[in-house]
């Protein structure tokens, strides 16, 4: 049986969809809207259960999922969405052990599922020039469990880094270009490379700068998440959504020269 | 230096995106309609490089990539593509270790991603009541070096499983509500449920269906995938996509009567 | 030259995207949250020039458009959005001059595009069961100056309508199947028909009611609308988009017997 | 009645969606995969009735839509599709009897709609540089009954056009900046405009030659069509859909300088 205990993680799932991720403590108290839900009152039950808050609101004390942990993380900047984060991995070949270059941590958001693939064997080498963004991001991988298998490393990777044949590159910064040829240099030959961008005009400087420096297989493209609504007898698209969240270019490295 | 080997995978890109995924074999050859390719001739090179076709094509051998291994897959059913599968897994708790149950293998392409992802120390428990698509999965699987982390078993799941205290279940069969009672029984609490179905009919049934067992979080959605062309001042989307493969439903399991 | 005289209609356009559709009348003015507008100070300027707020904010008053009408008119009901409205209309048969039969009229917004469409000759005849709504589309086809080519009529059209030799027919209520065979009485051989609905489940229903009728090219359908935002070297789709608005369901009518 | 006669346009509608169109000639005959269809023998049958070829397949007689005009239109270029035709009207201010500009008739697809839209007291001032397409243009618009309503005007209009007070102007050419003064001037104060592109460079450009105009209500979009397919009891959307034929950026004119 998988019991809550002091210091466990627990996803309280109210009414309507409201969620919050919380670190059990003895003492502790969760505030909302709903009313309040101290801690000790949970700590003994077991995960999949409910309980209710001070104002008779149920809540259901769920494990936290890596959806949770990404979703719920400390946020500095654009995140990559769950929605990309399985078609940019299967796309430039990252295993379960594989070694994977990022330059640009964020907020750590696709590093904790790059780490969560390639562990426990494997290792994630992640670049941040901002110091508060790659500390949040640590916060966030430690939080999910996955810190030891990421090395965040605060500095601008435009000057170069120390890795080399890494199975896969990601390059997620404003100025993709900027890193292109120490992300070359850096992986191994037949390796891929996603570049991340909101931008069409990011797409297009980076396909030609992947062009440019031989890698074939290049393709961009974005992904689009839809809800569907459903009651008995009224099934439906959900009437908005989110759009555009980004575009991804992905290639492989080759030996040649490019054009 | 990673070198192609008599009885290497090899994936042979040539112009305008043609792929063969081949395994080398002394004496083999490939035909295809830019020419032929001796398999003897590419033995010793590095992957990356590239050769010619006896048309004087140029090909490029690369090291195949998961993705490879699950689109040039023996396809004996409708697939799950790599757009939703790192979602799904994500989306149901899937992480590095996880024990997966999965209801109707197909061609096991959601199969070779699910165990690639809870490898070394995880385990994917499939079952596909046909044998012929479970022997294509099979030999799937060892072909993308995964079969060590599946057990596929040849039976109708509707009629009760063995496993217990999954930490995840994805169902992927006609009538999913056939085995929701068996899904439910094998999932821990607090444990994630995927339903894949091409109908909107189906994913009315199957939210009715999961909100009476008592799990929570019930989400229905779809993902597009939507190519981006482009030549340098001349970039715009894919004139054609493919539109639509699959609905996918995800819920929590609860300890909850459901309603 | 286009002068905005004491009971002209005013579209006046703010910064970040504000509308307002007003009437001028001398003495009136308009509130907003970015100042007062008195009518009397802008009577006599040319439609495309600007004014000033009471607070500064520069304002541009601009002739309103068909589509200003549509969006901006009294809505009692979900509408039909303009990106539907030109499809609809082509797919079924309507032209300048012709006769078309709109079983509820709701509030009035495809019927305004409709009646200009087919005006000065042609004419729309209207149902709506709920007084309230028909006075509602009444006032939005007066506004935009469509009343002469449009017939309201506030009756359930289920028990029967008087319009024979419809070139065209849409049905836009909650039961579609209710009015179809009224609607078939009523349109002309090889007459076009839509049916507007929000669920999967009617577009299903109508689709078989359709048919059975024996109406062929029968074909479903949404359309989605995406925005692009851009800055110079920054152009990207909008994050948020209406995702779903309607199904359309359009066919035309045979002399034949169904299946 | 409505009665096929010698000259009559047909739509003729065969099993799985073919479709031909084609005039009625004494003694002609339709010769298709599915068999001959002899023209005399529907002389005198009503619209919406069928008649089988000489392999015994069933086609249905049907009158010419303006939808049908338009897709079976002689088409020397890229076409605007009837799903943005209606919203580039109305959000560009056409409205019945209005005097539309458009640069780049091409095909006359747009042209036809607008045409039908604005009759019969409006007109469409159409410049094409290339009397090929001038002339292909005039033939579909003949055929669908809409010369009276069109001037086309074999002629490049990036050196100016005698047109002024247009209420609104459609710009459809491969380099919209060209003619963009020109619009401007032909345009009356408070007008709409539409440029059309596939890419997004063009987007981009069309953007800021407006906004430097003193254009406002800028906005660029593009509109997508999915279609729905239904059995009873499985409805689903189609798996592959038409997905980018062009961006539109609309915008009205103001007396005001630009930025």
């Known amino acids: 049986m998988d019991v809550i205990a002091d210091g466990s993680d627990v996803l309280v799932?109210?009414?309507?969809?409201?969620?919050?991720?919380?670190?059990?403590?003895?003492?502790?108290?969760?505030?909302?809207?709903?009313?309040?839900l101290k801690h000790d009152s949970i700590i003994g039950l077991e995960y999949g259960s409910s309980t209710e808050t001070s104002k008779g609101y149920r809540l259901y004390l769920m494990r936290p999922f890596l959806e949770?942990?990404?979703?719920?993380?400390?946020?500095?900047?654009?995140?990559?969405?769950?929605?990309d984060m399985g078609l940019i991995a299967v796309r430039i070949g990252v295993r379960s052990g594989s070694r994977v270059l990022e330059i640009g941590t964020g907020s750590g958001a696709l590093t904790m599922f790059l780490a969560d693939f390639v562990a426990p064997t494997g290792h994630?080498?992640?670049?941040?020039?901002?110091?508060?963004?790659?500390?949040?991001?640590?916060?966030?991988?430690?939080?999910?469990?996955?810190?030891?298998?990421?090395?965040?490393?605060?500095?601008d990777a435009s000057g170069g880094v120390e890795e080399r044949e890494m199975d896969s590159v990601v390059i997620d910064i404003g100025d993709p270009c900027s890193v292109m040829?120490?992300?070359?240099?850096?992986?191994?030959?037949?390796?891929?490379?996603?570049?991340?961008?909101?931008?069409?005009?990011?797409?297009?400087?980076?396909?030609?700068?992947?062009?440019?420096?031989?890698?074939i297989m290049v393709e961009a493209f974005e992904t689009t998440y839809?809800?569907?609504?459903?009651?008995?007898?009224?099934?439906?698209?959900?009437?908005?959504?989110?759009?555009?969240?980004?575009f991804i270019v992905t290639a492989r490295k080759t030996l040649g020269e490019g054009k």
């Open 13 to 36: 799932a109210g009414p309507r969809g409201n969620l919050w991720l919380m670190k059990v403590r003895s003492g502790g108290e969760l505030y909302t809207h709903l009313g309040v």
């Open 68 to 83: 949770d942990y990404i979703m719920k993380g400390e946020r500095r900047t654009q995140i990559v969405y769950p929605k």
């Open 124 to 155: 994630v080498y992640s670049y941040e020039a901002r110091r508060e963004f790659a500390d949040a991001a640590l916060r966030n991988l430690r939080r999910a469990g996955l810190a030891e298998y990421v090395e965040v490393k605060v500095r």
């Open 181 to 215: 040829d120490v992300a070359h240099d850096a992986l191994r030959p037949s390796g891929g490379i996603a570049v991340i961008t909101p931008t069409y005009n990011q797409v297009e400087v980076a396909i030609a700068g992947l062009r440019t420096r031989g890698f």
């Open 226 to 246: 839809r809800r569907v609504e459903s009651r008995p007898g009224a099934t439906r698209p959900a009437s908005t959504v989110i759009s555009h969240t980004a």
